[in-house]
């Protein structure tokens, strides 16, 4: 077992709440991994001034900069090699990586997803669990496959579904469980590398 922390990036589309909740765990110097990247593909991510204001380094991977989804995820990939990162978060990221980047990082990217997987993979999960009238819902943290969604849950977390819910009231009790479970799914898996 080593001391050093794992180096690890969160990439981000949007405001970046979990990030922000691997951010504040993070803190702790007990905390096996360090946040030492946010990438954002848009420029208009909120969670880039957040990482900002935190010290932590950002990047902006813009995908429209790029012919497909090869070249995009060669720029990421530069970016992640450049900063020495050893490890990756996805936290609300909303493209789908191609098989290639997820082999070279194979073990080593995780993803949180807000539905009880192998339940709602996708979008709208919270929209589509109240069409199915389920009785309860929640969040998986997963390791990244191929296959969108698909990857080992490591950690879930349940939240019960309310007569009167809606997405926005669901997503909300989900996405609190969501900021509970990624940093201790985050620390499980970065010492089990070790």
Not at 33 to 62: C, M, W, Y
Not at 115 to 126: E, N, Q, Y
Not at 186 to 194: F, H, K, P, T
């Amino acid at each position: 077992m080593t001391s050093a922390r794992v180096s690890t990036a969160v990439l981000i589309s949007g405001r970046g709440s979990n990030m922000q909740a691997l951010v504040e765990a993070a803190t702790d110097p007990l905390f096996p991994a360090s946040i030492d990247l946010v990438i954002a593909n848009r420029p208009d991510a909120e969670g880039l001034a957040f990482a900002q204001a935190h010290g932590i380094k950002t990047a902006l991977v813009e995908h429209k900069d790029f012919a497909d989804r090869q070249a995009f995820d060669g720029a990421l990939l530069a970016e992640l090699l450049a900063h020495h990162i050893e490890f990756i978060c996805l936290a609300g990221f909303m493209r789908v990586l191609t098989p290639d980047f997820v082999a070279c990082w194979a073990g080593r990217i995780i993803n949180i997803h807000p539905s009880l997987l192998p339940d709602f993979k996708g979008l709208d999960t919270h929209a589509r669990a109240l069409a199915a009238k389920v009785s309860e819902h929640g969040c998986s943290v997963h390791h990244v496959i191929a296959g969108l969604d698909e990857g080992k849950v490591i950690m879930q977390a349940r939240v019960p579904v309310m007569q009167d819910d809606t997405p926005a009231t669901l997503a909300a009790r989900v996405l609190r469980e969501e900021h509970r479970i990624y940093p201790l799914a985050l620390a499980e898996v970065v010492r089990e590398m070790d």
